[in-house]
């Protein structure tokens, strides 16, 4: 479960990053760098915090190619999204979920302290976009009043909360990156938000 849960965040990430490239109006490579970025900025800035080199995706040319295919999925069926913000959305929600528990466990794995573990799935989920969003001359979502890293946050404290009760790690893993999607979606639909500052 872990690991398909990975290969769908990626494929999630990399068309998210696409998709946003092609609304930018960038040509073929330039879609190709923001869609890999996307996918793979998290993990990289992750792996190189707790000393796991090469990185992830070095080692593992599965993701590369996964990598690949979503760019190719989506340029091919970009005319079937008819609304290319909802298409995004929705693969950016489902990056979120999965690169949030990716960093959870990454951060168990090398036995770090759960607030550790928190940060580092919230960077892993978010870092990719603050790349995609600062490349394609956007400010980051993350840095918006649009509710994102703290639904990070909130699904790490919720993982941990969850393992005490001694689930089996696939149950762990499928609710709380349902959780996370979940939250994401219903914070859009209601317009929940953080206040942002005022300059006055």
Not at 46 to 51: C, F, K
């Given at each position: 479960m872990f690991h398909l849960l990975d290969i769908i965040g990626t494929m999630a990430f990399a068309m998210s990053g696409a998709l946003t490239a092609m609304h930018k109006r960038l040509d073929p490579?330039?879609?190709?760098i923001i869609a890999f970025v996307t996918a793979v900025g998290g993990g990289t800035l992750?792996?190189?915090?707790?000393?796991r080199t090469p990185v992830g995706w070095m080692m593992n040319l599965q993701?590369?190619?996964?990598?690949?295919?979503?760019?190719f999925l989506a340029i091919?069926?970009?005319?079937?999204?008819?609304k290319l913000r909802t298409s995004l959305f929705l693969f950016d929600t489902i990056g979120l979920g999965v690169f949030t528990l990716i960093g959870l466990e990454k951060g168990i794995t090398t036995g770090l302290h759960p607030v550790i573990c928190v940060a580092l799935g919230t960077m892993t989920a978010c870092f990719g976009g603050v790349i995609r969003d600062i490349l394609c001359n956007e400010i980051p979502t993350v840095f918006r009043k649009e509710i994102y890293a703290t639904i990070c946050i909130f699904g790490g404290i919720v993982f941990f909360g969850l393992r005490k009760l001694n689930?089996?790690?696939?149950?762990?893993?499928?609710?709380?990156?349902?959780?996370?999607?979940?939250?994401?979606?219903?914070?859009?639909?209601?317009?929940?938000?953080?206040?942002a500052f005022e300059h006055k």
């Open positions: 490579f330039g879609v190709f992750r792996d190189v915090l707790i000393g993701y590369v190619y996964v990598i690949i295919l979503g760019f091919i069926f970009r005319k079937k999204f008819d689930l089996e790690d696939d149950v762990l893993y499928l609710v709380t990156s349902v959780v996370i999607i979940s939250i994401r979606l219903l914070a859009v639909k209601y317009k929940w938000y953080l206040r």
